[in-house]
Every structure is written in structure tokens, then in C-alpha cells.
């Protein structure tokens, strides 16, 4: 690995080393250790996340030794420098028409796909569900047992090019049309209410307790978060922007496969 690290780097410094066969040969063998779920982007230390930056310089260093060519599948045809994932029978991965996964990404066994995609360099552990239209973004991590409900938008980390990937712990839930971009990290067992936006620089506020408590970035593990607005003055006057709001916390008796609607029910939300 630090001979693969080693060639990465200073691919990434002088992109001219990648008309180079063995520079070639190193950004390829990231990429099938990322497929087959050898390496990643990112992993668990303890209750911190290290992240492996040249794992991630290496995926976008694949796409411009990778020619374009077209990807015949029965009746449809894609235009591409990505392989698709195949193979899923023996992976023990259920995908459904017309869920696509890039080779690069690792799907554990026992994950479904419903309608959906999961971008190069993703890291999907077993037992999660992405449900339709949902989409996991380039070297996203998404833990065990998570439920990305329809349409969830799980940002990658290609354009641009940021310094952490969108991290989601086991056994979250991610209600209908969240969106989680630029490095957020949503802590295990956390329960997300539909459509709520986090960005790297979104306010979320711990409204539990007699004084407001703000993260950025981060939603603790057990929270249930709905979307909220705080107000702020603009040099034309005072507007309402985004934030979200920790509202309580999942409780220990609640099943972790629990429906978001139970989960906020629970903090008296109406759903």
C-alpha cells in the first residue's frame, strides 16, 4: 500500500506520469481494491473516521487514463470510461431495474438496490437499502443497516474536489429527498426527516434543552433532525435561511429498522 500511495501522489503532483504504464497499473489496482471492498476512502477509528486522501486522488486519477467506449445492456446503450458492477448474484447484492453501480464502488452483501446509483469509489456495507431514485455519490460511505429513502441525494467528492466524503454510520435513517453533501457525517442510528439539506456549512441546532446547542457538519449518533429556518439580516433586510433541528433523540426502545414516521411521532412531530 505505501508503494501504491507513493505512485498516486506523485501522479497527483505531475499528471504527466500517467502516460506512464506503471502509474497506469497503480490507479488501476486502487480501483479493483476499492471494488471488491479492500480499501477505501475512508474507515472507522474508534468513534473517528480517517480519511485516506490518495485513495481519493486515485479515482480521479482514473478517469483520464480511461477511453470512452460504448456499454451494450440488452436494449440499452451507455456511452462511458466507466465499467459497470457486475456479478451481483454472487456478491448476495439484490438490484432491481434500472439501479446502476460503477466498477470502483463496493456493494456488501445483502445490500438492495431499488431504482438507484451508486457512483466509483462509494462504500455500501450490508443490510442497506437504497431506495428509489436515491444516489450515492462518489467515495460516499454509507454504514450497515442504513435506509436511503427515495430520491436521498448523498453528494460525492469528485466536483469539486473536497477534503472528506459524505459519511453515514450504521443504522441510520435518511428520510425522503434529504440531501447530505460536502463532507457531512450523520452519526449511527440517526433519524433524518424528510428533506432536510446539510451542507458542510449548515447550521444544526440541538433545540432539546433550555439553550440551543449548533453543530456544523455533524449530527450526533441517536438524533432525530427535521428541517428548520433561523433568521438572518441581509444588507435588504432580515430573511429566513436554512438549518435543521435536533429535536430528540431515538430511543433505546425503538427498533433500529423503525419507520422514520414512528421515530418522529415518538418527539411529537407530526408526520
Known sequence: MQELQRII?????DRALLSDSATQDAVREVIALLDKGELRVAQPCGAEWQVNEWVKKAVVLYFPIQKMETIEVGPFEFHDKMALKKDYKSKGVRVVPHAVARYGAFLNEGVIMMPSYVNIGAYVDSGTMVDTWATVGSCAQVGKNVHLSGGVGVGGVLEPLQAAPVIIEDNAFIGSRCILVEGVRVGREAVLGANVTLTGSTKIIDVTGTEPVEYRGYVPPRSVVIPGSIPKKFPAGEYQVPCALIIGKRKES?????????ALRENNVSV
Not at 254 to 262: A, E, G, I, M, Y
Request: charged share 50%; proline share 0%.
Open 9 to 13: 501522489e506523485e501522479a497527483w503532483e
Open 254 to 262: 425503538t427498533d433500529k429498522k423503525t419507520s422514520l414516521n414512528d
